[in-house]
């Protein structure tokens, strides 16, 4: 049998194959906000309980998904998990209304809480840390990528055959992601194509030793971990807002009908792809030429993608709806160039047996701040306006970028050690 030449890439095309499949299943919903308001006679109110079944279910379904993927590996677990998603998915379609929509919207949060675990686990296993973000950026940018195609196809599926068949045909892709990545995915330690050479690069800069269970009480251990879960906690509701909230701000508060959001609604996320796999080269450009631990560095990427979040802040000052996108644009872009770097820095701090443990209790509290600031959007859009939530997610990401200084940050040169927490 041959060996195949820079397999962990290929690994790694997988993954963002999966994550762009995530995003399109998880963001129809959005997009169709404004029918599905008009076609199952919900308030916006209501519609904020639709997201948040989906983000409350999906926060407390993460931890259990990371330490499955850290107990049973990532093929098995990924591959069962794709398939319950896409049926939840296409499931949609049965909805007579916002309470119906919101058990299937439970559903797909349930089995996609394993996305983001099992990314960071694969990244890990399949790079050595000076590849790490840049992996952890290529594959976190397909949940912009995911995010970018759904409008336009989601759109042009319900304007030709109705908003059901759009939820059943975007739902099926899942099922056959199942079968696909069941049938490719292998770790590192078991695929019988992965050379030699590449073996040993791999694994360089990894400390020799037995794989040990995850373990729970390590990874609360840590007082880096704190740092981990805050900023995670203050980060999320930006994502959260561009996925769900967007399509129908534009729509009720600027103006624009569904096709015309079609034209620009891609853009928000095409940027997020830029700042995904951008600020994964950043970091090892800045750890280059600057000389300073890779921690540093990432946390410096961070840094400046929290200080772009400016953009969202500035929509109020803007009267165009095009240059409302173009805010959204670069908040886009600044909060994906910090969210992959987060993801690479929970593999910096923690051993590779509770990477997706880690990410998954860690995603369990940014989905709640995710779902905290849903319902709130929900209860204030009408009264206070959406333009004064949105600028909160400024603020929100400049915290979590000094909150992670405090936490993870190197000292003097040397990293900090990580201590048992009191």
């Not at 890439?9 to 129809?28: E, H």
């Not at 992965?194 to 794989?211: A, F, H």
């Not at 609360?220 to 906690?233: D, H, S």
Request: charged share 10%; with cysteine; aromatic share 14%.
């Amino acid at each position: 049998m041959k060996f195949i030449p820079k397999l962990r890439w290929k690994m790694l095309a997988l993954m963002l194959l999966g994550t762009i499949v995530i995003y399109v299943d998880r963001n129809v919903l959005g997009v169709l906000a404004p029918v599905l308001k008009k076609e199952l006679d919900f308030t916006t109110e209501q519609y904020s309980y639709v997201v948040s079944a989906f983000q409350i279910v999906y926060s407390f379904s993460q931890p259990v998904a990371g330490y499955l993927t850290d107990l049973i590996g990532p093929r098995i677990g990924y591959a069962v998990a794709a398939f319950v998603w896409g049926a939840a998915a296409a499931l949609h379609a049965a909805s007579s209304g916002w309470v119906s929509m919101a058990g299937f919207r439970a559903l797909l949060g349930l089995s996609e809480a394993v996305a983001m675990p099992t990314g960071t686990k694969t990244s890990t296993l399949w790079f050595p840390p000076q590849e790490r973000s840049i992996a952890t950026g290529w594959f976190n940018s397909g949940s912009s990528i995911g995010a970018m195609i759904t409008p336009p196809l989601v759109i042009w599926l319900s304007t030709a055959y109705g908003w059901k068949p759009a939820f059943v045909i975007t739902g099926l892709l899942g099922c056959l992601l199942s079968v696909v990545w069941y049938w490719l995915y292998r770790d590192p330690e078991s695929h019988p194509r992965l050379s030699p050479e590449e073996r040993l690069y791999i694994n360089s800069g990894k400390v020799d030793g037995t794989v040990a269970k995850p373990s729970l009480k390590a990874v609360f251990a840590q007082k880096k971990f704190i740092g981990v879960v805050i900023a995670r906690f203050l980060t999320e509701p930006a994502w959260q807002t561009f996925a769900f909230w967007i399509p129908l701000y534009m729509v009720t508060v600027r103006g624009m009908d569904i096709k015309q959001f079609a034209l620009f609604a891609w853009l928000p996320f095409l940027f997020s792809d830029l700042g995904c796999i951008g600020g994964g080269y950043l970091a090892p450009f800045f750890h280059k030429r600057l000389n300073i631990g890779i921690v540093n560095c990432r946390l410096l990427v961070i840094t400046i993608g929290a200080l772009c979040m400016v953009g969202p802040a500035l929509i109020s000052f803007v009267v165009s709806p095009v240059a409302a996108i173009l805010c959204f644009s670069l908040g886009g872009f600044a909060h994906q160039m910090l969210s992959s770097m987060m993801y690479a820095v929970v593999g910096d701090v923690f051993e590779k047996s509770e990477v997706a443990t880690a990410t998954g209790i860690a995603g369990m509290f940014g989905y709640l701040g995710g779902a905290i600031f849903t319902l709130v959007v929900g209860a204030l859009a009408t009264t206070l306006g959406y333009e004064p939530l949105f600028a909160l997610l400024f603020l929100f990401d400049v915290v979590a970028a000094v909150v992670l200084w405090i936490f993870i940050g190197q000292r003097g040169g040397r990293p900090v050690v990580a201590q048992p927490a009191e």
